[in-house]
T-cell receptor, first 117, second 112 residues
Framework: DTGVSQNPRHKITKRGQNVTFRCDPISEHNRLYWYRQTLGQGPEFLTY????????KSRLLSDRFSAERPKGSFSTLEIQRTEQGDSAMYLC???????????????FGSGTRLTVV | AQSVTQLDSQVPVFEEAPVELRCNYSSSVSVYLFWYVQYPNQGLQLLLK??????LVESINGFEAEFNKSQTSFHLRKPSVHISDTAEYFCAVTLTGNQFYFGTGTSLTVIP
């Protein structure tokens, strides 16, 4: 296993277009997370899945954003009608969750850098 | 709610000198604390973590951090830095492991 894989690495899109990013987590990890990182800031939580169930969504995830993990393996993050403020690095992470209050840290992917022009 | 403050946005330091990157957190309940490192154009990598037990935790590449509950701090230190330590360092806190709150990061630049 080569870790968490994200595609594409870079995406430039025109304002108003839709974009979709893909994340392939570590195969035995049951939890998958999406974070957004803007320039000069730390990552901000967007949403996470346990298997195929989306368990939590941040208020940052407006209704233009949708995330799926249809078979509990890879995940996609779609942004509709992109705006310049969506320009950021979108990070995916995964972990193996076994019990409550387990905090083992994530394995992050290298991210997808989105530029909206 | 939890939050993290990293007091220094940029820290330049000469090679082989010691360094301390400061992190303070805010939480009304017990939390878990982490340091992540991000090299250019890469994702974040876990550097070290405090879950419970000994308040001094160490990483495999010579970094250490000490959890101080009374000062709500989790400062990262290294006694002698190397050029390869140049990176962005993020302190993070989590209550349950489901959602991490990250600081704004400290850019460490090691000067030859």
């Amino acid at each position: 296993d080569t870790g968490v894989s994200q595609n594409p690495r870079h995406k430039i899109t025109k304002r108003g277009q839709n974009v979709t990013f893909r994340c392939d987590p570590i195969s035995e990890h049951n939890r998958l997370y999406w974070y957004r990182q803007t320039l000069g800031q730390g990552p901000e939580f967007l949403t996470y899945f346990q298997n195929e169930a989306q368990l939590e969504k941040s208020r940052l995830l407006s209704d233009r954003f949708s995330a799926e993990r249809p078979k509990g393996s890879f995940s996609t993050l779609e942004i509709q009608r992109t705006e310049q403020g969506d320009s950021a690095m979108y990070l995916c992470a995964s972990s193996l969750f076994m019990f409550e209050r387990q905090a083992d840290g994530y394995t992050f992917g290298s991210g997808t850098r989105l530029t909206v022009v | 709610a939890q939050s993290v403050t990293q007091l220094d946005s940029q820290v330049p330091v000469f090679e082989e000198a010691p360094v301390e990157l400061r992190c303070n957190y805010s939480s009304s309940v017990s939390v878990y604390l982490f340091w992540y490192v991000q090299y250019p154009n890469q994702g974040l990598q876990l550097l070290l973590k405090y879950l419970s037990g000994s308040t001094l935790v160490e990483s495999i590449n010579g970094f250490e951090a000490e959890f101080n509950k009374s000062q709500t701090s989790f400062h990262l230190r290294k006694p002698s830095v190397h050029i390869s330590d140049t990176a962005e360092y993020f302190c993070a806190v989590t209550l349950t492991g489901n959602q991490f709150y990250f600081g704004t990061g400290t850019s460490l630049t090691v000067i030859p």
